[in-house]
């Protein structure tokens, strides 16, 4: 079999039902939730970042959130160069659908601190998108890494440009400002 369903295998074996019914109420706009918590999700992102990772994300079907969820952990494990990193970031954030899947890339995108000026023009260009969750991305790494005196007063600015009237982007920027 492909790795892809080897690992989706495992992602089914570690599904819990009623942490599944959780995460169901807790993640709107989110299809497919298995129900794996999240030590297990990174234990099996670090197997992935050190396995066939580019085969995986190339066959990868994201059926399930779970799915979607292991590439964005893989993708902050990697120990590519940052130019590789933000190639794969690149893909990976139009499949951001929900605020989950969102914070949990961003918490995950350590590489940001060694490379906070490059990482910095990669996140500005997703502030003017119209797509709401990569608005939100750019907010919330935002938030994670840049609140600082070098940043704040550009990051105020750039909340402030955001028009979007989207809930989730409303939620993001609001927490950034605060």
Not at 10 to 33: D, G, H, M, V, W
Not at 81 to 102: F, G, Q
């Amino acid at each position: 079999g492909s790795i892809y369903l080897e690992y989706q295998k495992r992602l089914i074996e570690l599904a819990e039902t009623q942490y599944q019914a959780f995460l169901q109420k807790l993640i709107p706009n989110s299809n497919n939730i298995l129900g794996v918590r999240s030590p297990a999700i990174k234990k099996l992102a670090k197997e992935l970042s050190k396995d066939n990772w580019r085969e995986y994300f190339e066959l990868s079907k994201d059926v399930y959130y779970e799915e979607t969820l292991l590439q964005g952990a893989v993708i902050g494990l990697l120990k590519e160069d940052i130019e590789t990193v933000l190639d794969e970031a690149r893909r990976y954030i139009p499949k951001i659908s929900n605020w989950a899947l969102c914070d949990s890339f961003c918490s995950g995108l350590k590489i940001t601190k060694p490379h906070k000026e490059r990482v910095w023009e990669f996140v500005v260009d997703y502030v003017n998108s119209n797509e709401p969750y990569e608005i939100r991305f750019a907010v919330v790494m935002m938030l994670f890494y840049y609140i600082d005196d070098e940043y704040t007063t550009e990051i105020l600015g750039l909340i402030e440009q955001i028009s979007i009237d989207d809930y989730y982007v409303k939620m993001a920027a609001a927490w950034a400002v605060s």
